[in-house]
């Protein structure tokens, strides 16, 4: 684990670093957000690599071999194809249906449980709550905030 967490705080640090310089082009109220997530992300990062090296000088937490089943390898395949197709489909189909679907969707996936014709409750409770938390994005987004999301052929 010391191994792969230094890894990716050496990466995250890249990647922050990389966003605090862009965040110099622009303009100086505009930049404020950017900035303190990267600085955030930056810190953070610092302290993942500094626990990692810790790890490693004390001899813990040895590598773990990745124990992902075959099943596990399948659903992470298949969710990152769902997240490319939500993707594309915000661009042509709006946001808030390509939300909906996408959310219904990863969540059905996800579910740790078995839906069934019997125990139809898991379905309903997935479908309403992309429906209202896709509507209240929206909602949020367009009337309080009045920043325009992507609107496509259906929204």
């Given at each position: 684990?010391?191994?792969?967490?230094?890894?990716?705080?050496?990466?995250?640090?890249?990647?922050?670093?990389?966003?605090?310089?862009?965040?110099?082009?622009?303009?100086?109220?505009?930049?404020?957000?950017?900035?303190?997530?990267?600085?955030?992300?930056?810190?953070?990062?610092?302290?993942l690599l500094i626990g990692a090296i810790r790890k490693e000088k004390k001899g813990q937490d040895a590598?773990?071999?990745?124990?992902?089943?075959?099943?596990?390898?399948?659903?992470?395949?298949?969710?990152?194809?769902?997240?490319?197709?939500?993707?594309?489909?915000?661009?042509?189909?709006?946001?808030?249906?390509?939300?909906?679907?996408?959310?219904?969707?990863?969540?059905?996936?996800?579910?740790?449980?078995?839906?069934?014709?019997?125990?139809?409750?898991?379905?309903?409770?997935?479908?309403?709550?992309?429906?209202?938390?896709?509507?209240?994005?929206?909602?949020?987004?367009?009337?309080?905030?009045?920043?325009?999301?992507?609107?496509?052929?259906?929204?």
């Amino acid at each position: 684990m010391a191994k792969s967490d230094k890894t990716a705080g050496v990466l995250l640090m890249v990647l922050f670093g990389c966003g605090l310089f862009m965040s110099t082009a622009f303009p100086e109220r505009s930049a404020y957000f950017p900035r303190f997530i990267c600085i955030v992300g930056l810190f953070l990062s610092i302290l993942l690599l500094i626990g990692a090296i810790r790890k490693e000088k004390k001899g813990q937490d040895a590598d773990v071999p990745s124990t992902i089943t075959p099943a596990q390898r399948k659903r992470l395949l298949i969710m990152g194809v769902m997240i490319i197709l939500y993707a594309v489909g915000v661009a042509y189909i709006g946001f808030t249906v390509s939300s909906i679907v996408f959310m219904t969707a990863a969540s059905w996936l996800l579910y740790p449980g078995k839906i069934s014709k019997d125990n139809r409750r898991p379905a309903v409770v997935i479908v309403v709550a992309s429906v209202v938390i896709s509507v209240a994005i929206y909602v949020i987004f367009k009337n309080l905030l009045y920043v325009p999301l992507p609107s496509g052929l259906l929204i």
